[in-house]
């Protein structure tokens, strides 16, 4: 899903200046930072498809700020620090004839979810090397209505996150026309 550009301008205004340094660890379709650019931010992200990445270099004023790499690996990605980092993590989708990695650009084994909220606080301990001084993570997330239940993505993320960073609470994103099974989301904020 990508995010909507009112959401993330409302917490770029909230947590930065211009000139500030905005991250987005899983780039996607570029939403954060063309954002952040267009807001006067600096802007620096990381994609592991290479189309997506592709097509996010051709949206943003600074393509050379967007890293062709895994977000497992941050700290040998060579990136700048950051002011405020906003983002969506990939969802897993498991269960919905895609059993596959969504780190990996949804094409590596699925290892379980387990490892893959384990390897999102893996992401996010790195990001914290990564934080100046009052910097703030925005981690968009929902829990998901599946057809054996309701997973608990989001808080499930929130626990995991709230290992490696300071949880300091959220705000609640609600939609109008649902289209992924949720009326709702979760934007949770951290600092170091």
Not at 34 to 56: F, H, N, Q, T, W
Request: aromatic share 12%.
């Amino acid at each position: 899903m990508r995010f909507p550009d009112g959401m993330v301008e409302h917490f770029i205004g909230l947590f930065t200046r211009e000139g500030d340094m905005v991250f987005d660890p899983f780039a996607g379709f570029g939403t954060a930072l063309v954002v952040a650019e267009r807001m006067g931010r600096k802007a620096c992200g990381v994609e592991i498809d290479l189309s997506r990445a592709e097509y996010i270099r051709s949206c943003l004023a600074e393509p050379g700020n967007l890293v062709l790499g895994d977000s497992r690996n941050l700290l040998s990605l060579g990136l700048p620090k950051f002011d405020l980092c906003v983002t969506s993590p990939p969802y897993p989708l498991v269960g919905k004839g895609r059993d596959t990695d969504p780190l990996a650009a949804y094409t590596g084994a699925w290892r379980g979810y387990g490892a893959y909220i384990e390897e999102l606080a893996g992401i996010f301990a790195q990001a914290r090397h990564l934080m100046k001084d009052g910097a703030r993570v925005v981690v968009e997330a929902g829990n998901l209505k599946l057809e054996a239940g309701v997973s608990t993505f989001a808080w499930d993320v929130a626990g995991a996150l709230s290992k490696v960073l300071t949880f300091r609470g959220e705000t609640v994103a609600c939609w109008d026309a649902p289209d992924f099974g949720y009326d709702h989301t979760y934007c949770m904020v951290f600092s170091r």
